[in-house]
């Protein structure tokens, strides 16, 4: 089966711009979450979406970062304005089933830099 | 609030020798704990889970409750383990939210 797939994997902006993220989920995974990565530490959730619902949303900053989802298939992460501590790694994961034993496959990533 | 501590950022062995990959964390719950890896130039998978007490690739991890650890051990280290790993856990009233230690940058020379 085809992996969670995210664009554009690589990302340069200067602080103050927009930038958005996209994620296709593998085919039939309700669960869709978002990841942010900074060099040096592990991934730190986002926001965590069931079909195109949120489920948890307690650490991402709201007043800059959104993320929708809303037919429940692809979802876009966007940050506005951009500040230099948002560079990152952003990883899109997604999950089948509502059980947290089942496995969250990982996206590549988008590693954006802000200067 | 939960928190997983890996206290090595680095380790590196030689082919063959023993490992041992630190995890320890702070939860008051029932969590379950996992074992992330990523492979150079890979997206990040997971290894192994508790709950499972199985081994993959030769790497086995036991949680120990007491000592709120789950060390990852594999008896004879091969070049090809060489990657990051990221120790996980989700507390059992999180969904399934998964906390992230820092990670370990593991090294495997011939």
């Known amino acids: 089966e085809a992996g969670v797939a995210q664009s554009p994997r690589y990302k340069i902006i200067e602080k103050r711009q927009s930038v958005a993220f996209w994620c296709n989920p593998i085919?039939?995974?309700?669960?869709l979450y978002w990841y942010q990565q900074i060099l040096g530490q592990g991934p730190k959730l986002l926001i965590q979406?069931?079909?195109?619902?949120?489920?948890?949303d307690s650490q991402l900053p709201k007043d800059r970062f959104s993320a929708e989802r809303l037919k429940g298939v692809d979802s876009t992460l966007k940050i506005q304005p951009a500040k230099l501590e948002d560079s990152a790694v952003y990883l899109c994961?997604?999950?089948?089933?509502?059980?947290?034993?089942?496995?969250?496959?990982f996206g590549p990533g988008t590693r954006l830099t802000v200067l | 609030a939960q928190r997983v501590t890996q206290p090595e950022k680095l380790l590196s062995v030689f082919k063959g020798a023993p490992v041992e990959l630190k995890c320890n964390y702070s939860?008051?719950?029932?969590?379950?704990l996992f074992w992330y890896v990523q492979y150079s130039r890979q997206r990040l998978q997971l290894l192994l889970r508790?709950?499972s007490r199985e081994s993959i690739k030769g790497f086995t991890a036991d949680l120990n409750k007491g000592e709120t650890s789950f060390h990852l051990k594999k008896p004879f280290a091969q070049e090809e383990d060489s990657a990051m790993y990221y120790c996980a856990l989700i507390k059992e009233t999180s969904g399934s939210r998964l906390t992230f230690g820092e990670g370990t940058q593991l090294t495997v020379n011939p």
């Open positions: 508790h709950i």
């Open positions: 085919s039939g995974h309700a669960t």
């Open positions: 939860y008051s719950g029932s969590p379950e």
């Open positions: 994961a997604s999950k089948s089933g509502r059980g947290s034993y089942n496995e969250q496959f």
């Open positions: 979406f069931q079909n195109n619902g949120v489920v948890d």
